[in-house]
């Protein structure tokens, strides 16, 4: 590790910060929304953009923490921000390519695969499982001690080498644990079924798009609620508007209801259905 000022251009490049982040001098006073500049004044930050991940967060909680990914063979992290007081740290992995956490366009997997790697992180790292990485040390801040690891950022399947996936890696019918990207998984998979089937609902409605948005949110919002340790409101609000535009635009009201008939023509047989065949018959094939 080597010590680095707050004016370091690669760390603060304005690209891998929020441009208006949450940031405090004193937690239980709350969080107010900053522009990055006024933030990096200030005692915490948030590192992370409500729809991306650029640094991969953990809190470890115990004096040392700085050299905690000494211990289990891990690679060390981009940076550190130390309390002089106690020795305790967050660590930060930047990610070369920065994963989106909200949005139906991309592909789940490579989410599913970033809360793999940092499920296998954190436990190899004896991090606080209840830190939601929404806020962190400010490493800009002179209150910490910031020490800066030899890599800026590191492609994320070069993570995946230094830890044993296989009891991390998601499976069908297996839920992920509901703390950090994995409340992200839940979210999504349980709004997104949700939303599957209800919809048709709004479609006929006049102005049926705002309803749609609005009851999409509404149940984003509640499966939230039910965490430990809920997520920000304004990545549940970014995971509803993903989901909400997504299967508005890409669902069809005839090219459902001609899978249903012949999902209805299946049944109306009285033989036993295979997986296949419904499978075929709710996808159009």
Avoid at 22 to 34: P, S
Avoid at 178 to 188: H, P, Q
Wanted: glycine share 6%.
């Amino acid at each position: 590790f080597m010590h680095i000022h707050p004016d370091q251009p690669d760390l603060f490049a304005t690209d891998r910060w929020p441009r208006r982040p949450y940031c405090t001098d004193d937690l239980e006073a709350g969080l107010r929304i900053r522009s990055l500049k006024q933030a990096l004044t200030k005692c915490y930050i948030q590192a992370n953009p409500p729809h991306l991940r650029v640094w991969s967060l953990y809190d470890i909680d115990r004096p040392g923490g700085a050299l905690a990914w000494e211990g289990p063979n891990l690679p060390p992290p981009s940076w550190a921000a130390v309390n002089r007081e106690n020795a305790h740290a967050h660590l930060a992995y930047g990610l070369r390519v920065p994963v989106l956490t909200s949005s139906m366009e991309a592909r789940q997997a490579p989410l599913r695969y970033l809360n793999a790697v940092e499920a296998a992180f954190r436990a190899k790292l004896q991090a606080d499982d209840g830190f939601s990485g929404l806020i962190t040390k400010n490493p800009a801040h002179p209150l910490w001690r910031t020490l800066q690891g030899p890599d800026l950022a590191y492609e994320l399947g070069d993570l995946a080498e230094w830890v044993d996936l296989e009891h991390f890696k998601p499976r069908q019918g297996v839920k992920v644990a509901e703390i950090g990207l994995g409340r992200n998984v839940t979210v999504f998979d349980f709004v997104r079924l949700w939303a599957y089937k209800n919809v048709r609902e709004y479609k006929n409605v006049r102005g049926g798009f705002v309803y749609w948005q609005k009851a999409v949110y509404d149940r984003c919002m509640a499966r939230n609620g039910d965490f430990t340790h809920p997520m920000d409101n304004r990545e549940a609000y970014h995971i509803a508007r993903s989901v909400a535009k997504w299967t508005w635009q890409r669902f069809d009201l005839e090219a459902s209801d001609a899978r249903f008939s012949k999902l209805q023509a299946f049944r109306r047989t009285g033989k036993p259905l295979l997986r296949t065949q419904i499978f075929e018959a709710e996808n159009g094939c």
